[in-house]
Nanobody, 119 residues
Framework: QVQLQESGPGLVKPSQTLSLTCTVSGGSITTNYYWSWIRQPPGKGLEWMGTIVWSGVTYYSPSLKSRTSISRDTSKNQFTLQLSSVTPEDTAVYYC????????????RGQGTQVTVSS
């Protein structure tokens, strides 16, 4: 059973960089799967942010590409999200997930972490 757990600050100030880490257990992030970050703003649907695949190659949503970076630490079986220059519109529940490709369809997902952007 694959388990994912998000961690990071719940409150970020505008213009700062949001950083979240996803710790994966029960499976290696270097196997043939897609590891993604997804978010859900209040009252809206799921939004795919980006993916790092088993080889370390990354893909990003065109609307967020200029502000998003996904990396990994294979020794810790973790992957991380950095979102720069945040605004209150980036307030959302952030999820890490093992997805079925580049998108929001997943087979395993973390419980999610609320991130609020506010001064």
């Amino acid at each position: 059973q694959v388990q994912l757990q998000e961690s990071g600050p719940g409150l970020v100030k505008p213009s700062q960089t949001l950083s979240l880490t996803c710790t994966v257990s029960g499976g290696s992030i270097t196997t043939n799967y897609y590891w993604s970050w997804i978010r859900q703003p209040p009252g809206k649907g799921l939004e795919w942010m980006g993916t790092i695949v088993w080889s370390g190659v990354t893909y990003y949503s065109p609307s967020l590409k200029s502000r998003t970076s996904i990396s990994r630490d294979t020794s810790k079986n973790q992957f991380t999200l950095q979102l720069s220059s945040v605004t209150p519109e980036d307030t959302a529940v952030y999820y890490c997930a093992r997805t079925k490709g580049l998108g929001v369809l997943y087979d395993y997902r973390g419980q999610g972490t609320q991130v609020t952007v506010s001064s």
